[in-house]
Structures are given as C-alpha cells and as structure tokens.
C-alpha cells in the first residue's frame, strides 16, 4: 500500500469521524460543548491480518498522517480523528467510531477508545 493511498484512507477517515462528531454535538446536545469531557482515540493493529510496525510501508505511511506507535497499546495511534476542537468525550468518541469503520472498509483491524478526563 502506497502512501498515498494511506493518507486517502485517512482523509476519509478524518472526513467521516469530523461528520459523526458534529451531527453528535448538533443532534444530541443541541451544539452545546457541556457533559463529560475527556479524550477519544482509534489504534490501529492490522492491516489485511498483519500486524502494523512502526518501520513498515504501512506504518511510516501512518506516520506521515500524524498516526504514531502506542508502544504501550501495540498499535498505531491516533487521537481525536474528528479534529473538532470540543471537550465532550461523546462528541470525539462518535468521530473515533467513526474512523474505525472507514479504516476497517479497508482490511485495518483497528478499534476506539476514550476515556474521561
């Protein structure tokens, strides 16, 4: 898989999780940044069934779109996929779901999380 290709991926990605964000926060909160705030993120881990290293074409391909090694997790990382600059955790978790879905349309085994603040 090309580079470009991987940041197509990810702009799609980002395109679908910034949608599901705002229709979160205009839909279910009435465009008001209230309730919990916290953080959403997706790890990526595979990619057709292989696991995705950092050093890898797919890996360095993420990293030039801003998605980075979780040694921790063991996945490829990326925190608030939507860009929305809110504070509620529905609203960025909606966007990380989101981006899990886009990313799995395209054989990446990848999952979101969140966490409040």
């Known amino acids: 898989m090309t580079p470009s290709v991987i940041r197509m991926i ?7 999780a ?3 964000s705002v229709y979160y926060l205009t839909e279910t909160l009435g465009g008001q940044d209230n309730y919990p705030c916290g953080y959403a993120w997706l790890n ?3 990619m057709n069934g292989e696991k995705i290293r950092s050093n ?3 890996g360095k391909g993420l990293a030039l779109c801003g998605i980075t090694k979780n040694n921790y997790e063991g996945a490829m990382q990326w925190w608030n996929p939507s860009d929305l600059p809110v504070q509620n955790v529905d609203c ?4 990380a779901r989101a981006a899990q879905a886009v990313f799995a349309k395209y054989g990446f085994e990848a999952i979101a999380g969140q966490r409040w603040d």
């Open 92 to 95: 960025k978790y909606a966007g």
């Open 10 to 16: 990810v702009e799609e990605a980002q395109a679908a």
């Open 18 to 20: 910034k949608k599901a």
């Open 44 to 46: 990526v881990y595979q």
């Open 56 to 58: 890898s074409k797919v």
